[in-house]
């Protein structure tokens, strides 16, 4: 049973959260006091500052010799589960059967309906609501199992999700550059008109005109009516473009024997090795991910070895770690202020939003728990971490 004592201390935990976000609000809103920009550098600060301090304290201080075996892996199992389950839906959606239509092209595809759902079913905001949370659900001892999470979702869960979303980044602008070299090589639709810097400027224009008109728009082409005309044709150099150009039925047949002769073009598509490593380096630029990865080399070391951080450097963190969680939620409160709905995604996507944070994500958490064979307080907590919200 839940006493009223219980209750004060999640409230009096809470609290001071929602203040935070509740005056961001209405900062914005209400009072105008930070326009877009100002949000933006606030933004800015907690993402590339505050935050990955935070992280790497978190980190840096948990134990890594001593985590709770069961724990660990009762998250592990619960996110395994829930992306190889959100995989192979989306290797059922992407069959060709059912990505006909035109509301398959235009909508966004399974894979970025992974990303989505996984963080919000299986990556809860621990580091943000979770610690202060559980702290007046449970007591001290919540703390540092959350640490535990911590290091889970920062050092392994993070960076998948955030690999995945490179890796679709990469593949897409790989996709339209290589569609964008095709173009070059393959010949206008009849009517159309060549840009005016497409065409080398000559001395003898007849003869560069001439060539644009037998293969319009092919690069190779253009390369060699700008050469010659910068060497100087003669005058029978022109007449004989003008003859090879007259010849024939019509210019369409002068272009197709013309395409032929091209060597076939190469295709430029990228390897997936290629688009993956792209992918890593972007991963590995991101302020959280190289802060929780020092945390842990830390935290590796120093229970290892017996060795504290020195007291300065502990310090100048703390000043700015302690900032983290206040803008955090004065930030969410500004961006909710600048929303021009309620809601932006629209009722149906928070509605299954919902259900995947308060449902799926607890009920498989449940489940794996009890298969690794926890219970009691331990259970509580990692029931209950996995609902906290994502913002």
């Not at 399974?110 to 990556?123: C, H, K, R, Y």
Request: glycine share 6%; with cysteine.
């Amino acid at each position: 049973m839940i006493t009223g004592s219980a209750v004060y201390h999640v409230v009096e935990a809470m609290a001071p959260l929602y203040t935070a976000a509740a005056l961001g609000f209405a900062s914005v809103r209400w009072l105008r006091a930070f326009s877009a920009e100002q949000c933006a550098g606030i933004n800015h600060f907690v993402a590339i500052y505050a935050v990955p301090v935070l992280i790497f304290q978190m980190v840096s201080t948990n134990n890594p010799y001593a985590m709770n075996g069961r724990l660990v892996a009762a998250d592990t199992l619960q996110k395994a589960v829930m992306l190889l389950g959100l995989m192979a839906w989306a290797a059922w959606e992407s069959r060709p059967s059912r990505r006909r239509g035109p509301k398959a092209s235009a909508g966004a595809s399974p894979l970025q309906w992974v990303v989505t759902a996984f963080s919000v079913a299986a990556l809860p905001n621990t580091i943000i609501m979770g610690v202060p949370l559980l702290g007046g659900m449970y007591g001290p001892v919540s703390k540092e199992l959350m640490k535990q999470i911590v290091v889970m979702q920062f050092c392994v869960w993070y960076n998948v999700v955030i690999f995945i979303y490179e890796y679709m980044a990469a593949r897409r602008a790989a996709t339209e550059v290589m569609d964008g070299g095709s173009a070059k090589i393959s010949p206008a639709s009849p009517g159309a008109a060549t840009p005016p810097e497409k065409i080398a400027p000559s001395a003898n224009d007849s003869a560069a005109e001439r060539a644009h008109e037998v293969t319009v728009n092919i690069e190779i082409t253009e390369v060699v009516a700008a050469s010659t005309a910068q060497k100087g044709v003669t005058d029978n150099t022109t007449t004989a473009l003008a003859e090879e150009v007259s010849t024939g039925e019509d210019a369409k047949a002068a272009a197709a024997k013309e395409e032929a002769s091209l060597p076939a073009p190469k295709s430029t598509a990228p390897s997936v090795g290629h688009i993956a490593l792209k992918a890593g380096k972007k991963v590995l630029k991101i302020p959280n991910t190289y802060a929780s990865f020092l945390g842990l080399i830390w935290s590796l070391i120093a229970f290892k070895c017996g060795i504290k951080m020195p007291k300065i450097i502990d310090d100048s963190l703390f000043t700015i770690q302690t900032t983290a969680v206040g803008l955090s939620m004065f930030a969410s409160g500004t961006f909710i202020a600048r929303q021009s709905r309620f809601v932006p995604c629209g009722y149906p996507i928070a509605s299954m939003s919902m259900v995947l944070k308060f449902l799926i994500g607890p009920v498989v958490m449940l489940l794996a728990s009890l298969a690794i064979g926890m219970h009691g307080t331990l259970l509580h907590i990692a029931v209950v971490q996995v609902n906290m919200s994502t913002r």
